[in-house]
Every structure is written in structure tokens, then in C-alpha cells.
């Protein structure tokens, strides 16, 4: 395979910079075609530096390939969520970088590609001039695209399209997630190719005419180039970034020939019969005794071969017509932002009972796309300055979650915005002061514990807080 595999990546018409960067080049004294496109998160800096230190590292973990594949491509990404979530750490101005990437390592002596992918970038396959989906978006409206729930021209302009809920860079123990990572392995036949692409690509020109490009009759790098051109002529909203790379080889084919019959050399004169005299009759004439065990082996040999052939061709039509083997993924949870993550660990550390949460510390509203969890017995959380806690919109879950085993939980001068439930508590472990709850169905869920099989007798009060109505709320 030489001259086979392109990459190219444009800013579209409506960027001033691209987030985007790829991965077109052959590794291991190319034996094997790395493709990669990674899509930046975060902003005019922020997506460009998580891209780029993605690329690098995914450069050096796959500098040497060797062994089972998938378990090195699911290391590589861990690698790189780590790296990126680092320089987060050291640099406050890029703490909502993060990017979303797909990877496909081609084994070209077997014949075989090997993928992971994270995010909404795409890996196609094109066999047989069908255009094969691999990769799953991690995202609630490719959640529905993929299951069939939105068609393609509707999730195309689904304004939610964008929303990711995976990605490079917002948690640093993505480990310990065995399906955070989508991986899978299909052959790699002579005459597949395969796409890799960026969300600006896909958010405008649909499977039809993707395909269209594909089978056309034009190089690789017009290929690439007239799929960029096709984002951008209609409109190029986003980074456009393509990748593609063939199986060049020759298909395999199995010449029929026909079986040569060997010449069986004239038998000795002891062969025939020796004249006997009958009785009062003539002599007879010596006759050869015939025998038919040449022409049987030989019809053997031919229906033996015809047989083979049939099970051999019966054999590649499938190879060729056998969908890709990939991993199936069950749709993912919801991953915390930056300050999420960032408040849940700061409490998971906290060394004593009071936390003071600082206005300059958090970005205003703090959004909660996940509950965050009070895992101590006493703890005083205290506000200094405005804290909101505002509900993401795809998230309906409560904003803090309070251990079954607390005792003394004290929340003061914090606001809760748009929850159907605000916080989850059991028994009487809450205590609030100067607590705001606007657009909050259940400001407060209280779930009771009890000793199993025991009787229990008592009654539970309704109303457990009093509302101060003297003083107004001044946040």
C-alpha cells in the first residue's frame, strides 16, 4: 500500500481559527497507517491546545505497535485525557479545554484496522461501494441517530447536535471506565477505504453524497479535498477535517485450471488371457481385460477440485459481504465539567468539616450535569460571595446527594436554580441558612432509613425548615 491514505483539514467559512487537527502517516517502517482526527473543545485557545497535545502524545504512545492492538489504543487515549487534563490543572485559562477524537490503526500485511473513538468524529467504511457508520456519536442526538430514532436529515439539524457527553479531558479517571473508550476491529479488504472525519463534515453533507465522492473516479487527494469543499459550499459552519486511506491491493483471485489426465503406458503381453481350446469349438482371440479404475480416480480428482472451489468462492463472498466487527456501546452518562469535577474533589479531599466556596474561585453559574456527593458525616458549606448552582438542560438529577450515613450537613447562603429536585437527603441531617431555590420543583427530597425487619412506630413531621420571611433574599 503506497500513495494511499490522505489527510487535509480547513478552517470552513465562518471560523477565524481551527480546532481541528489529524493524523495521516505510516508507522513502524510502515507496516502500519495511523488515522487519526481530533476535534478541540473549549474555545479560541483552549480546543487548539487540547488537539494538539492529543496528536503529540498519540505520536509517541504509537511510535512502536506490537501485541494485541485494542488495549494499546484504549492506553493511548488514557494517556492523553491525562495529559490534557494536567496542563488544565496548571493553567486556569484553558480549565473547559477538552477535545473529541476517532483513531483507526491499519494492520496492512493481515489486512485488518483497529479504532477508538471518543466524542462525535466519525469513522466510516466504504466496501463494495457501500458507506459502512462504525463509530458511535457520544452524544443524545447521535444516541438517537444511531438507534434509529431521528433520520440523518433531522439529526443533521437538531439544534442540540453539537452536545457532547464524552471527551478528552474533563475527567481524569476515565480508566476505570471500561466502555468510556469505543473500540472495535473489522478486515480490511482490497478496495476498502475507510473515513475518518470531523463533526464539520457530516453536520452538512449527508451519507449520499459522501458516498458519491468516495466511489468516484479521481484520486485519493481529490477525494479529500472535494469532500472539504463540499462542507464549505454549504456553508462551512465549523472546522472541516478529513482522513482517508485504502486497501490498495489486488483482490485475491483463484484461477480455475483443468485437471490433466495421465496416459496410462500399454501393458505387457502376460496381461492377456492365454488362448484355451474348448471342446469342439474354435480357438477364441485373446482379449484384453478393460479397466476403469484410471477414468474413476480421475473424475474424482475433477469433482474434488470443483467442490473446493465452490466452498473457496462460497467462502470470499462472504469475507467480502460480512459487516465490520464492532464493539457495541451502551449509551454513556452524563461527564462532569470542569467545575464539577473540580468541587466534587475538592470536597472528596476536604480534611476538615468546613468548605467556603469563593465567588472568584468558580465561574458563575456553576452548571450541575451531575450530582454532586456529599460523602461525609458533618460538613459546613459555606458561600462567600454569589454561588449558583444552575441545572444543565439535559440533566435532571439533584444537585447534591447526601450520604445515608450523615449526621450534620449545614448549606449557608447558596442558590439552586432550575432543579426538579435540589438536594437529596436522608433523616434529618440537613440544615439550611440563607438558602435561595428558584425554579425548583422539590427544593428538598428526604428519604427516611429504617432497621429491617423490626417494627417501627413514629410519625414523620411535614415541615422540618423554618422560612424566614422578614429577610429578602439578596442573590
Given at each position: 500500500?503506497?500513495?494511499n491514505?490522505?489527510?487535509i483539514?480547513?478552517?470552513?467559512?465562518?471560523?477565524?481559527?481551527?480546532?481541528?487537527?489529524?493524523?495521516?502517516?505510516?508507522?513502524?517502517?510502515?507496516?502500519?497507517i495511523?488515522?487519526?482526527?481530533?476535534?478541540?473543545?473549549?474555545?479560541?485557545?483552549g480546543?487548539?491546545v487540547?488537539?494538539?497535545?492529543?496528536?503529540?502524545?498519540?505520536?509517541?504512545?504509537?511510535?512502536?505497535?506490537?501485541?494485541?492492538?485494542t488495549p494499546?489504543l484504549?492506553?493511548?487515549?488514557?494517556?492523553?485525557?491525562?495529559?490534557?487534563?494536567?496542563?488544565?490543572l496548571?493553567?486556569?485559562?484553558?480549565?473547559?479545554m477538552?477535545c473529541?477524537?476517532t483513531?483507526?490503526?491499519?494492520d496492512?500485511?493481515?489486512n485488518?484496522f483497529?479504532?477508538?473513538h471518543?466524542?462525535?468524529?466519525?469513522?466510516?467504511?466504504?466496501?463494495?461501494?457501500?458507506?459502512?457508520?462504525?463509530?458511535k456519536?457520544?452524544?443524545?442526538?447521535?444516541f438517537?441517530?444511531?438507534?434509529?430514532?431521528?433520520?440523518?436529515?433531522?439529526?443533521?439539524?437538531?439544534?442540540?447536535?453539537n452536545?457532547?457527553?464524552?471527551?478528552?479531558?474533563?475527567?481524569?479517571?476515565i480508566?476505570?471506565?471500561?466502555?468510556f473508550?469505543?473500540?472495535?476491529?473489522?478486515?480490511?479488504?482490497?478496495?476498502?477505504?475507510?473515513?475518518?472525519?470531523?463533526?464539520?463534515?457530516?453536520?452538512?453533507?449527508d451519507?449520499?453524497q459522501?458516498?458519491?465522492?468516495?466511489?468516484?473516479?479521481?484520486?485519493?487527494?481529490?477525494?479529500?479535498?472535494?469532500?472539504?469543499?463540499?462542507?464549505?459550499?454549504?456553508?462551512?459552519k465549523?472546522?472541516?477535517t478529513?482522513?482517508?486511506?485504502?486497501?490498495?491491493?489486488?483482490?485475491?483471485?483463484q484461477?480455475?485450471?483443468?485437471?490433466?489426465?495421465?496416459?496410462?503406458?500399454?501393458?505387457p503381453?502376460?496381461?492377456?488371457?492365454?488362448?484355451t481350446?474348448?471342446?469342439?469349438g474354435?480357438?477364441?482371440?485373446?482379449?484384453?481385460?478393460?479397466?476403469?479404475?484410471?477414468?474413476?480416480?480421475?473424475?474424482?480428482?475433477?469433482?474434488a477440485?470443483?467442490?473446493?472451489g465452490?466452498?473457496?468462492?462460497?467462502?470470499?463472498?462472504?469475507?467480502?459481504?460480512?459487516?465490520?466487527?464492532?464493539?457495541t456501546?451502551?449509551?454513556?452518562?452524563?461527564?462532569?465539567?470542569a467545575?464539577?469535577?473540580?468541587?466534587?474533589?475538592?470536597?472528596?479531599?476536604?480534611?476538615?468539616?468546613?468548605l467556603?466556596?469563593?465567588?472568584?474561585?468558580y465561574?458563575?453559574?456553576?452548571?450541575?450535569?451531575?450530582t454532586?456527593?456529599?460523602?461525609?458525616?458533618s460538613?459546613?458549606?459555606?458561600a462567600?460571595?454569589?454561588?449558583?448552582?444552575?441545572?444543565?438542560?439535559?440533566y435532571?438529577?439533584?444537585?447534591?446527594?447526601?450520604?445515608?450515613?450523615?449526621?450534620y450537613?449545614?448549606?449557608?447562603?447558596?442558590t439552586?436554580?432550575?432543579?426538579?429536585?435540589?438536594?437529596?437527603?436522608h433523616n434529618?441531617?440537613?440544615?439550611?441558612?440563607?438558602?435561595?431555590?428558584?425554579?425548583?420543583?422539590i427544593?428538598?427530597?428526604?428519604?427516611?432509613?429504617?432497621?429491617?425487619?423490626?417494627y417501627?412506630?413514629g410519625?414523620?413531621?411535614?415541615?422540618?425548615f423554618?422560612?424566614?420571611?422578614?429577610?429578602?433574599?439578596?442573590?
Open positions: 500500500m503506497s500513495n491514505f490522505f489527510g483539514t480547513d478552517t470552513g467559512k465562518q471560523r477565524d481559527n481551527n480546532e481541528d487537527t489529524f493524523i495521516a502517516q505510516k508507522a513502524l517502517d510502515g507496516n502500519f495511523i488515522a487519526c482526527v481530533i476535534d478541540g473543545v473549549g474555545g479560541y485557545v480546543g487548539e487540547a488537539a494538539e497535545i492529543a496528536r503529540e502524545s498519540i505520536l509517541q504512545e504509537l511510535s512502536y505497535i506490537a501485541g494485541d492492538i494499546l484504549v492506553n493511548t487515549f488514557n494517556k492523553a485525557n491525562q495529559k490534557i487534563y494536567n496542563k488544565k496548571e493553567d486556569k485559562g484553558l480549565e473547559n477538552a473529541v477524537l483513531l483507526a490503526v491499519i496492512i500485511k493481515n485488518q483497529y479504532y477508538a471518543v466524542g462525535d468524529t466519525r469513522l466510516y467504511l466504504l466496501r463494495d461501494h457501500s458507506l459502512i457508520k462504525i463509530s456519536d457520544h452524544s443524545f442526538v447521535g438517537l441517530e444511531d438507534s434509529g430514532r431521528l433520520t440523518e436529515e433531522a439529526a443533521m439539524e437538531h439544534p442540540k447536535r452536545e457532547i457527553n464524552k471527551a478528552l479531558g474533563f475527567n481524569p479517571n480508566g476505570s471506565d471500561a466502555d473508550v469505543e473500540t472495535g476491529h473489522s478486515p480490511f479488504l482490497p478496495g476498502d477505504m475507510l473515513l475518518v472525519c470531523s463533526d464539520g463534515l457530516t453536520d452538512l453533507v451519507k449520499t459522501i458516498t458519491r465522492i468516495l466511489t468516484g473516479d479521481s484520486t485519493i487527494q481529490d477525494k479529500g479535498q472535494k469532500l472539504i469543499d463540499a462542507a464549505n459550499h454549504k456553508g462551512g465549523d472546522n472541516v478529513v482522513v482517508l486511506a485504502q486497501n490498495d491491493k489486488a483482490p485475491r483471485q484461477s480455475a485450471t483443468k485437471p490433466i489426465a495421465t496416459v496410462k503406458p500399454a501393458e503381453a502376460d496381461d492377456f488371457v492365454k488362448p481350446k474348448l471342446p469342439d474354435p480357438l477364441t482371440v485373446p482379449v484384453k481385460q478393460k479397466s476403469y479404475r484410471g477414468t474413476v480416480v480421475v473424475l474424482f480428482i475433477i469433482l477440485l470443483v467442490l473446493a465452490f466452498v473457496w468462492q462460497l467462502w470470499l463472498n462472504r469475507q467480502l459481504t460480512q459487516p465490520p466487527v464492532v464493539k456501546v451502551i449509551p454513556p452518562a452524563k461527564v462532569k465539567n467545575q464539577e469535577l473540580k468541587l466534587q474533589d475538592t470536597i472528596n479531599k476536604l480534611k476538615g468539616n468546613t467556603v466556596l469563593n465567588e472568584a474561585d465561574k458563575q453559574p456553576i452548571i450541575i450535569s451531575d454532586l456527593h456529599i460523602p461525609k458525616d460538613l459546613y458549606i459555606k462567600k460571595g454569589k454561588i449558583v448552582f444552575q441545572r444543565d438542560t439535559a435532571n438529577g439533584p444537585a447534591f446527594t447526601l450520604s445515608p450515613k450523615a449526621k450537613i449545614v448549606l449557608d447562603s447558596l439552586f436554580d432550575g432543579f426538579h429536585v435540589a438536594i437529596a437527603t434529618d441531617a440537613l440544615v439550611l441558612k440563607k438558602v435561595i431555590f428558584s425554579n425548583c420543583d427544593p428538598v427530597q428526604t428519604s427516611y432509613l429504617f432497621p429491617g425487619n423490626k417501627v412506630s410519625r414523620l413531621f411535614g415541615g422540618m423554618k422560612i424566614d420571611t422578614l429577610q429578602k433574599a439578596t442573590h
